[in-house]
Structures are given as structure tokens and as C-alpha cells.
């Protein structure tokens, strides 16, 4: 269980895999946004032009112009760690600081270096999306200068960690972040009891998704 839970914290390459979608759930109108599985760890995918209010700061902190920007939240500690240690997951159980791994990717739909990874893109209404982006940067700690606070370089090219104010535990962890994220962009899902990848998963089931 340990491993579920704190694993969670991993955000490893990226492929991209859309599934099946309807139409109508993707009018022109309508932006969309990815959450990212991996089987035991879920996260955000927010396209550059899709990246509204204070989510509009991060690109500056690297030196590159993605296309999408994946989202990963995380114990600190555990998240952090080279080669994390039997006592530091144990550790990330427990009520502890966080950390946003940001990572900026050039090209999603062309990545394929971990076949494991599948994408699911959402439609959202700009509205929706606006709660969305506020909900992630609510989850960036803001310095005493007013902006982002950099606490370390990712594990993969163009990622960077970031503070966090929120709190990891056994029972709000990265899979939690996701679905009350989704929540609050208005989609048809339940954080209470969420914990793992699955339970996040068997609630997209019923949403409408785009390619």
C-alpha cells in the first residue's frame, strides 16, 4: 500500500493515448485539459494557451515555449528524493510539507518513451477552466517578492520543483489533488475517499472526452 501511496508522487516520461471520444463533447467553443495516468500516479495537463491567471507566471520560470505544461503534486520530501528511502515513504504517510513538479513538455502527442503513460483530454468551458488554473496556482507557494517559489531542477529536462503550501498525506494525496482539481472545473467527480489512480479513473469513465 505504502508504494501506491507515496509512488504517487513520481512523474515519469510521457506518451500520449486519447480515447474514444463524441463530438459534441469538443464544440469549438470549448478549451480542453489532460489528466495524466500512469497507474498509480495521476496529474494535470494544461495547454500554454490555455494557462490563464496566475498559471500565466510559470512559463518565465523556464527558458523554453511547450506546448503543454503537466502538473504534479506531491509529499516534498519523498518527491524530491534521488532514491527514496523505506523511511521516507513511511514518512510522506503522515501529515507533511508538498511540492508541484512542473514540467514543460515541447511536443506531447509526439512522446512515447514510457508506453505505460495514457492521457485523457477533457473539454472545458473557459469559465471552468479559469477555477481550474486558480486551483493549481492556489497549490504554488508565492514568495515575498510575489512570485514562485523554485526549491529544486525536476528529474527530467525542463521540470523544476516548486513550494507548495498544500498538505500530503495517506489521505489526500496526488490522486486526491487531481479529482477535487477536476471538481472544481465543474466535472461530475468526488474527491471524499479518493486515494488511488483506479478510483480516479473509474470516474472519467462516465465523462465525455476529447482526441
Known amino acids: 500500500m505504502m508504494a501506491f501511496l507515496t509512488g504517487c508522487a513520481a512523474l515519469p516520461p510521457v506518451s500520449s493515448h486519447a480515447a474514444t471520444t463524441t463530438a ?3 464544440a469549438r467553443d470549448r478549451a480542453e485539459v489532460g489528466v495524466i495516468d500512469i ?3 495521476t496529474g494535470l495537463i494544461i495547454p500554454t494557451d490555455e494557462m490563464q491567471g496566475d498559471l500565466k507566471f510559470v512559463p518565465q520560470y ?3 515555449k511547450p506546448h503543454d505544461w503537466i502538473f504534479g503534486w506531491g509529499n516534498r520530501r519523498y518527491y524530491m528524493a534521488e532514491n527514496p528511502s523505506i523511511w521516507e515513504g513511511i514518512s510522506a504517510l503522515l501529515p507533511s510539507h508538498s511540492v508541484m513538479l512542473i514540467r514543460a513538455v515541447e511536443n506531447l502527442s509526439a512522446a512515447s518513451d514510457l508506453p505505460g503513460v495514457k492521457v485523457r483530454w477533457l473539454p472545458v468551458t473557459p469559465e471552468n477552466l479559469h477555477r481550474l488554473d486558480n486551483y493549481i496556482a492556489a497549490f504554488l507557494t508565492i514568495n515575498h517578492t510575489n512570485g514562485l517559489t523554485v526549491v529544486g531542477a525536476g528529474p ?3 521540470s523544476k520543483f516548486f ?3 498544500g498538505t500530503y498525506d495517506a489521505f489526500h494525496t496526488c490522486n486526491t489533488w487531481t479529482v477535487t482539481a477536476l471538481k472544481t472545473a ?3 467527480v468526488h474527491p471524499a475517499g479518493v486515494i488511488f489512480a483506479g478510483q480516479v479513473l473509474n470516474q472519467l ?3 465525455p472526452v476529447c482526441k
Do not use: I, Q, T
Open 24 to 26: 459534441e463533447a469538443c
Open 39 to 41: 497507474g498509480w500516479h
Open 62 to 64: 523556464f527558458r523554453v
Open 156 to 158: 527530467y529536462p525542463r
Open 163 to 165: 513550494a507548495s503550501p
Open 186 to 188: 465543474g466535472y461530475a
Open 205 to 207: 469513465k462516465a465523462l
